[in-house]
């Protein structure tokens, strides 16, 4: 897919594996057989769609019990290789993809995406989490990540690397379950406190807010919060962190801003005569 054409199939797959050895590929739990280890069920379901799109298809895994993340491409005879760093920037996918590859990142866990340790109380609250969206119990998990991210920030303060963490992590599950304008909430609500912060992974968060922005149906939303999306990729690019990948994500939040500008102005321009009425027993009753 392209930011203007969200919904193309060839967009890549996101990928967890858990604690407990068991993984999710896009909110999907992965079927492991008797004898067959985790990763070799991953490469078959991955090697299955890619035979189904006869080309290669690109996941973003995070493997939680080696805390890493890596990417990988399987092709439709079995055949994988990990891209690298200059080929992924380079790649004609499209911003749109990349910015739904960054949503994978949104979904690690805060004992390896922060530096300070995480106490076990807080670790058993993420993997209720987990389990949850390995379940597909996504409105469940939202429940749980919404209570986590305000416990934090209730108890640290939303500066706080738990808390950031956190709200990433509600924005990733909104996006597993198909809450577009809370993942773009609070998406642009992490790119902002790191914009505010310095930290470079700003660019990553206003990428993942942008994969969700483009998915708003509502005009009017996506005219609002795409104007702040767009400041939040100027301020990137005035701290010259941006790829012609990032780059590009920008210009077509921009193009489509322009044309989301001509509808909304036409709403607000309709004439107030198309109200309907209807008869009652006194007169004429405006709807």
């Known amino acids: 897919m392209t930011l203007s054409d969200p919904a193309v199939a060839l967009s890549p797959f996101d990928v967890y594996v858990s604690d407990e050895g068991s993984a999710v590929v896009n909110g999907e ?3 492991v057989t008797e004898g067959q280890s985790v990763h070799e069920a991953i490469l078959d379901l991955l090697q299955s769609h890619a035979r189904t799109r006869q080309g290669p298809v690109q996941a973003t895994v995070f493997d939680r019990p080696d805390a890493r993340t890596f990417r990988i491409e399987v092709a ?3 055949s994988s290789r990990i891209p690298g760093p200059a080929e992924d920037e380079a790649a004609t996918t499209g911003a749109g993809d990349r910015a739904d590859r960054h949503h994978a990142d949104a979904g690690a866990a805060l004992d390896t995406a922060v530096e300070t340790p ?7 609250r993420l993997r209720r989490i987990e389990e949850a969206v390995a379940e597909g119990e996504t409105d469940h998990a939202s429940v749980l990540a919404a209570a986590l991210r305000e416990h934090l920030t209730s108890s640290h303060g939303a500066d706080h690397p738990h808390s950031v963490e956190a709200r990433a992590m509600e924005a990733y599950v909104a996006h597993l379950g198909g809450d577009h304008r809370l993942a773009t ?11 505010g912060l310095g930290d470079t992974r700003a660019r990553d968060d206003v990428m993942r807010a942008t994969a969700a922005w483009q998915r708003l149906h509502d005009d009017r939303a996506a005219a609002a919060h ?3 999306l767009l400041h939040l ?8 962190l941006m790829t012609p990948a990032y780059t590009e994500a920008m210009q077509q939040v921009q193009r489509r801003l322009v044309t989301l500008g001509a509808v909304v ?11 309907s009425t209807y008869q009652w027993a006194g007169g004429q009753e405006r709807l």
């Not at 998406?187 to 790191?194: K, L, P, T």
């Open 29 to 31: 739990r992965v079927a």
């Open 76 to 78: 439709p005879d079995g």
């Open 118 to 124: 995480v106490p076990a109380s807080l670790a058993d």
């Open 185 to 195: 909430v609070l998406s642009m609500g992490v790119a902002r406190i790191r914009c």
């Open 226 to 228: 795409g104007r702040e």
């Open 233 to 240: 990729w100027t301020y990137i690019e005035d701290r010259g």
């Open 265 to 275: 102005a036409q709403e607000v321009d309709a004439p107030a005569s198309t109200h």
